[in-house]
């Protein structure tokens, strides 16, 4: 299983980015995926999840600003991020799990106010 993160970068608040997350190795269209943020000394926190059927949950400081979803052909998993805050500034990782979790290698936002 190989998950490969992009699209990371530095912007000012109230911007945007989107990130995307390349799967190779599993069966893409079956599988929840995740968007996992951590920061230096805090443990790694549930952004956003997408279910196989389309169905998505959002952690709180998030809903109604970012957005996931995923291309099942591409396969290919997003995180549309608008109205970003200081506070997103984190290293984001895709996530999935089968049987254990396997991670992708994380891309960093950093949100200057």
């Known amino acids: 299983v190989q998950l490969q993160a992009s699209g990371g970068g530095s912007v000012q608040a109230g911007g945007s980015l989107r990130l995307s997350c390349k799967a190779s190795?599993?069966?893409?269209?079956?599988?929840?995926m995740n968007w996992y943020r951590q920061t230096p000394g805090k443990q790694r926190e549930l952004v956003a999840t997408?279910?196989?059927?389309?169905?998505?949950n959002y952690t709180d400081s998030v809903k109604g600003r970012f957005t996931i979803s995923r291309d099942n052909v591409r396969r290919v998993l997003y995180l549309q991020m608008n109205s970003l805050k200081a506070e997103d500034t984190a290293v984001y990782y895709c996530n999935t799990k089968l049987g254990r979790n396997f991670w992708g290698q994380g891309t960093q936002v950093t949100v200057s106010s």
């Open positions: 190795g599993i069966h893409f269209g079956i599988n929840t």
């Open positions: 997408i279910t196989s059927g389309g169905s998505t």
